[in-house]
């Protein structure tokens, strides 16, 4: 019977001192999960495990991840043009309106059911 892959991939080296490579693909993939639920928009993980022969009986393994995250679309402005070519945050084609703060009236106190 073979041994599950991840039994192997819990013995190759991670890329920081002490960790190991599949505790860092499962960060990465916690970081992608984050990544695409926050977007709404897809990712990838990539992983690649490389074998070769070594000396005798040996065999040298390797493991390599990538992630794709989501990008995020840069926030954008709406400006509106002037035929001369300038940018305005107000439409020229549109009327303003002049608008006037309305002093508020003061609030008399609620009744009750049954007072005089």
Not at 57 to 82: M, N
Not at 98 to 114: D, F, I, Y
Request: proline residues 6%; without cysteine.
């Amino acid at each position: 019977m073979s041994r599950p892959i991840n039994e192997t991939l819990r013995l190759l080296s991670g890329e920081s001192e002490g960790s190991n490579f599949l505790d860092d693909v499962s960060a990465a993939m916690a970081e992608l999960v984050t990544a695409v639920d926050a977007t709404g928009k897809g990712g990838e993980l990539t992983i690649k495990i490389s074998l070769k022969k070594a000396t005798r009986g040996a065999v040298s393994v390797a493991g390599k991840y990538s992630i794709k995250k989501p990008v995020t679309a840069p926030d954008v402005t709406l400006l509106f043009s002037t035929p001369e070519g300038n940018l305005l945050t107000q439409d020229p084609r549109q009327q303003s309106i002049e608008l006037k703060t309305v002093a508020v009236a003061p609030v008399a106190p609620l009744k009750q059911v049954g007072e005089k």
